[in-house]
């Protein structure tokens, strides 16, 4: 069965419309994924709230799958 969990995953990271960051990481056997980035210092006037958008590619016995949080900066 955990043979069943392989494959990547995308995470989108965003600010308003525009892209910050992108990071394609693996999916363990565990089923689970880590995916760090860093960002150049955003000058707001209030927190900057960034999107998160998280894309499971898929594999030959898991569908792909979507996934949306926020965080905020600052």
Same mark, same amino acid.
């Given at each position: 069965?955990?043979?069943?969990?392989s494959?990547?995953?995308?995470?989108?990271?965003?600010?308003? =419309?525009?892209?910050?960051?992108?990071?394609?990481?693996?999916? /363990?056997? $565990?089923? =689970?994924?880590?995916? $760090? @980035?860093?960002?150049?210092?955003?000058?707001?006037?209030?927190?900057?709230?960034?999107?998160? =958008?998280?894309?499971?590619? /898929?594999?030959?016995?898991?569908?792909?799958? $979507?996934?949306? @949080?926020?965080?905020?900066?600052?």
């Amino acid at each position: 069965a955990t043979s069943r969990c392989s494959g990547t995953v995308t995470v989108g990271y965003f600010l308003g =419309k525009r892209r910050i960051g992108t990071v394609v990481a693996p999916v /363990g056997p $565990d089923c =689970k994924f880590t995916a $760090d @980035n860093s960002f150049r210092r955003v000058k707001a006037a209030t927190p900057a709230t960034i999107l998160i =958008k998280i894309h499971f590619n /898929g594999n030959g016995y898991i569908a792909p799958a $979507d996934r949306i @949080n926020s965080v905020t900066a600052g």
